[in-house]
Nanobody, 121 residues
């Protein structure tokens, strides 16, 4: 079993900052990548940022220059520093783990439970 625990969401004023954290635990053989996705009401889930085991990063155009993804390989954790937040960043943010489980021969996706980020004055 693989578990993801997210934290750091909340209510913030426009222009403010938040830092999301996600820690993976359980029977993990190898982590290929970790990332953050978000889903606003009435919209599809979308990629926010992703970081590979080698450190390569991908960002959605809408967050480039404002959000920074990082990871701690020793802790199987990924972080999302969000600055200059705007109302359109309001969504449930989900952590995603792309990994091979200890008892599996295939690469699988694992999702966290989601954390709400609300940007409002």
């Amino acid at each position: 079993q693989v578990q993801l625990v997210e934290s750091g969401g909340g209510l913030v004023q426009p222009g403010g900052s938040l830092r999301l954290s996600c820690a993976a635990s359980g029977s993990i053989f190898f982590i290929y990548a970790m990332g953050w996705y978000r889903q606003a009401p009435g919209k599809q889930r979308e990629l926010v940022a992703r970081i590979t085991s080698g450190g390569s990063t991908t960002y959605a155009d809408s967050v480039k220059g404002r959000f920074t993804i990082s990871r701690d390989n020793a802790k199987n954790s990924v972080y999302l520093q969000m600055n200059s937040l705007a109302a359109e960043d309001t969504a449930v943010y989900y952590c995603k783990l792309e990994a091979r489980g200890a008892y599996s021969s295939v690469r699988s996706d694992y999702w966290g439970q989601g954390t709400q980020v609300t940007v409002s004055s």
